[in-house]
C-alpha cells in the first residue's frame, strides 16, 4: 500500500515521463530483475542495474572490467572482478565519474524480501498480529523474514471450553458449540408429568429433553394411558376414546367408550348368561360353553321326573332349548317299561297299571336276596324272595347256594357251616361232600365210565357212562 501511495506521488511530480527505476534491488537464482534489468553479483545478493554508456563503453555496466572502465578511471578497487562504478553510490576512484552507477530508490520498507528502503536490511520489520490476523492469532507481534510474516499465534481447533474464543481465528466463536457443559435449562413441554421437565448441556450440545426419564408417565401424542395423567403434556387429561372392542367381549363390545378420570366407561353392561346365542355376561363364553349360563326348570315332574329338574347346558343348541330327556330325568325315563314298578313317561301310570302288563312279572328282592312278583289286576304280588336267616348247618341252608343271611360269604364259606353234608354230582352219580375248615370235600359219587364188552362195569348195576342203560341193557357190553 505504501509503495502504491509512493509510485502516486511520482506521478503526480513527472507525469507522464515517470519510469520507474530498479537499479539496485537485491536479485539472484531465486529472484529475476524486471525487464532491462541485469543481475550482477554471485548467488542471492546481486543487484538489478540498467546499462547506460556514454563514452562508447559501458562504463561498469558491462559487468566486468575493459579499455573504457580502464580510461574512466573506473577500476576495480574492492576486488570484486567489476567495475567501481557498477555498484551504486561509487565514485569510481576518480572523483568524476563516481555517480555515473545506478541509484537505489528509497521506499517504505514492505515485507517482500526486498531492501525497499535502502538503508541495508532486507525485510525484519513488526506489526501488531491483529492487522491480519483475528481471534487468538490476532494477539501479540509478528516479524517479516525473507518476505514471511510470522511470529502470531497459530490457529487450532475450535474449542467450547473456555467460552467466547476464536481459537480456529476466522473471526467467529464457539462455532458448533450450544451451550457449556452441565448448563441447564428448561424443557419445552412443561405442563402434564412434564411439569419440571430441564436438560443439561452434554459435550458442549443440547441433547434434547428426555420426558420418559422425568417421568414414567410420560407418552408422546396422543396419550393412550388412560391414568387421570397428563400423559402427552398437552393441558389436557384423558378424554380419548377407543372402540367397546379393544378391551371387552360379547355384547360388551359394542360401541365406543370414553376415559374419564382414569376410568374407560360407556359401553354395554354385562348381564345373566342366556341362551340366546350371545355372550350376556362378557367373560368370552358362549351359551352351553358357559358355565354361569341360567338353567331353566324342565317341563315334567310326575313319574321318574318328579323332583325340579333343570335343563342341562347341553340342551342349549343355536341359541334356543331342547327339551329335557334321560340326561336331566335319568337312565328310567323313556318309554313305560311294564316291570320296572316306574313311571317310565312320566304320565303319571306306572307299570302294573296299564291293560298290556297284567301276568307280567319283575325281579324283587328282600335285602340280598331275590325273588319274583306278578302283575293281577293291575297290582304286583308280593316278593316271593327268601327270609334271611343265619347261615349254619343247624338252619340245614348251607348248601342252596345263597348268602342267606347277606353279609357277602355263601354255604361252607360260612365258618357255622363246617360238618354240613350236602348232595353232590359226578354226571349223573350223585354223592355227598363235606365241608370242612370253608371248603368242600371231594365228591364221593361213583366215577363216569364207558361201559363196554370184557368191563366189570357191565355187570355191577349201575349205569357207569349215564347213557340210560345198565349193564347188559347196553350194547356196548
Known amino acids: 500500500m505504501q509503495r502504491l501511495l509512493v509510485s502516486a506521488v511520482l506521478l503526480v511530480l513527472f507525469g507522464c515521463n515517470y519510469s520507474p527505476n530498479y537499479d539496485g534491488i537485491h ?23 540498467k546499462p547506460n554508456p556514454v563514452d562508447g563503453g559501458d562504463d561498469g555496466y558491462d559487468g566486468g572490467m575493459d579499455a573504457a572502465d580502464e580510461k ?8 570484486d572482478g567489476y567495475g567501481d562504478g557498477d555498484v551504486a553510490g561509487d565514485d569510481g576512484g576518480d572523483g568524476v565519474t563516481g555517480d555515473d552507477g545506478p541509484v537505489c530508490q528509497p521506499e517504505p520498507e514492505v515485507c517482500d524480501n526486498l531492501d525497499n528502503d535502502c538503508d541495508g536490511i532486507t525485510d525484519g520489520i513488526t506489526r501488531d498480529c491483529d492487522v491480519a490476523h483475528l481471534g487468538i492469532c490476532a494477539v501479540g507481534t509478528e516479524t517479516c523474514e525473507e518476505g514471511v510474516w510470522a511470529g502470531c499465534p497459530l490457529a487450532g481447533d475450535e474449542l467450547c471450553d473456555p467460552p467466547g ?9 464457539d462455532e458448533g458449540c450450544e451451550c457449556m457443559n452441565d448448563q441447564v435449562r428448561g424443557c419445552p413441554l412443561q405442563l402434564g408429568v412434564c411439569a419440571g421437565a430441564e436438560e443439561v448441556c452434554t459435550d458442549y450440545q443440547w441433547p434434547g429433553c428426555d420426558y420418559l426419564a422425568h417421568s414414567q408417565d410420560y407418552e408422546p401424542i396422543p396419550e393412550q394411558s388412560c391414568d387421570g395423567l397428563d400423559n402427552d403434556c398437552d393441558d389436557i387429561t384423558d378424554g380419548m376414546t377407543r372402540s367397546c372392542n379393544i378391551d371387552h367381549v360379547g355384547q ?8 374419564t378420570d382414569g376410568v374407560w366407561g360407556g359401553c354395554p353392561q354385562a348381564e345373566q348368561e342366556e341362551c340366546d346365542g350371545i355372550d350376556n355376561d362378557c367373560d368370552g363364553d358362549l351359551d352351553a360353553l358357559d358355565g354361569d349360563l341360567y338353567l331353566p326348570d324342565c317341563a315334567l315332574n310326575l313319574g321318574v321326573c318328579v323332583g325340579t329338574q333343570q335343563h342341562d347346558p347341553s340342551k342349549c343348541i343355536d341359541g334356543q332349548w331342547r327339551s329335557c330327556d334321560h340326561v336331566e330325568y335319568g337312565s328310567d325315563y323313556g318309554v313305560d317299561v311294564c316291570l320296572d314298578g316306574l313311571d317310565n313317561d312320566c304320565d303319571g301310570v306306572t307299570d302294573c297299571g296299564p291293560a298290556a302288563c297284567e301276568g307280567d312279572t319283575r325281579v324283587c328282592y328282600n335285602e340280598c336276596l331275590e325273588g319274583q312278583q306278578i302283575c293281577q289286576g293291575g297290582s304286583w304280588t308280593a316278593c316271593d324272595a327268601p327270609e334271611k336267616h343265619e347261615e349254619t348247618s343247624a338252619n340245614g341252608n348251607c348248601g342252596d347256594g345263597l348268602d342267606n343271611d347277606c353279609d357277602g360269604s355263601t354255604d361252607c364259606a360260612e365258618g357255622a357251616c363246617d360238618g354240613f353234608e350236602r348232595v353232590c354230582y359226578k354226571v349223573c352219580h350223585q354223592g355227598h361232600q363235606h365241608c370242612e375248615n370253608g371248603g368242600w370235600t371231594e365228591c364221593d359219587a361213583h366215577d363216569y365210565e364207558e361201559e363196554k364188552w370184557g368191563c366189570w362195569c357191565c355187570d355191577n348195576g349201575i349205569d357207569d357212562d349215564c347213557d340210560g342203560l345198565t349193564d347188559w341193557d347196553d350194547p356196548d357190553c
Not at 27 to 49: D, F
Not at 72 to 79: I, K, L, M, Q
Not at 165 to 173: I, M
Open 27 to 49: 536479485c539472484g537464482e531465486n529472484r529475476e530483475c524486471p525487464e532491462g534489468y541485469t543481475c550482477i553479483g554471485p548467488g542471492e545478493s546481486g543487484r538489478c542495474l
Open 72 to 79: 574512466a578511471g573506473d577500476g576495480d578497487g574492492d576486488g
Open 165 to 173: 474464543a476464536d481459537e480456529n481465528c476466522d473471526g467467529s466463536v
Open 252 to 259: 360388551c363390545s359394542v360401541g365406543t367408550e370414553t376415559c
